[in-house]
C-alpha cells in the first residue's frame, strides 16, 4: 500500500520558518512528480509548490520568494522549506504524488503561524 507520510508541521511565530517533510514509500518515488497543496480552515485545497522528475520547481504567487520546494530521490522524500511565515499562511498542509493515472495523497501536516 502507497504511504505518503507529512512531518514537520506545527506551531511558529510570524517570520518564522518550517521544513516539511513527506517521505513516500511503495512507489518509484523518482518518476513520480510530487506536489505541496494546503488547505486553510474554510477554504479549498490550493496548489503550493510542485517539483516534477526533473527537479524543476514551480510556485505559486504567494510561495514564490519565500518557500522552497525539493526532493531527495535516495531518501524517497520531498521537502518544502518556509521562511518569512505569516498568518495567513495558516493550514493543513498535504502531499501529492501524481504519475500517469495514480495519484496519492498525504494525511496531511498542520502549520499555524501565531503570536
Known amino acids: 500500500q502507497v504511504q505518503l507520510v507529512e512531518s514537520g508541521g506545527g506551531l511558529v511565530q510570524p517570520g518564522g520558518s518550517l521544513r516539511l517533510s513527506c517521505a513516500a514509500s511503495?512507489?518509484?518515488?523518482?518518476?513520480?512528480?510530487m506536489l505541496w497543496y494546503r488547505q486553510a480552515p474554510g477554504k479549498q485545497r490550493e496548489l503550493v509548490a510542485s517539483?516534477?522528475?526533473?527537479?524543476?520547481?514551480y510556485y505559486v504567487n504567494f510561495a514564490k520568494g519565500r518557500f522552497t520546494i525539493s526532493r531527495d530521490n535516495a531518501k524517497n522524500t520531498v521537502y518544502l522549506q518556509m521562511n518569512s511565515l505569516k498568518p495567513e499562511d495558516t493550514a493543513v498542509y498535504f502531499c501529492?504524488?501524481?504519475?500517469?493515472?495514480?495519484?496519492?495523497w498525504g494525511q496531511g501536516t498542520q502549520v499555524t503561524v501565531s503570536s
Open positions: 501529492n504524488a501524481r504519475y500517469s493515472s495514480h495519484n496519492y
Open positions: 511503495r512507489i518509484s518515488f523518482s518518476i513520480y512528480h
Open positions: 517539483i516534477p522528475s526533473d527537479g524543476s520547481t
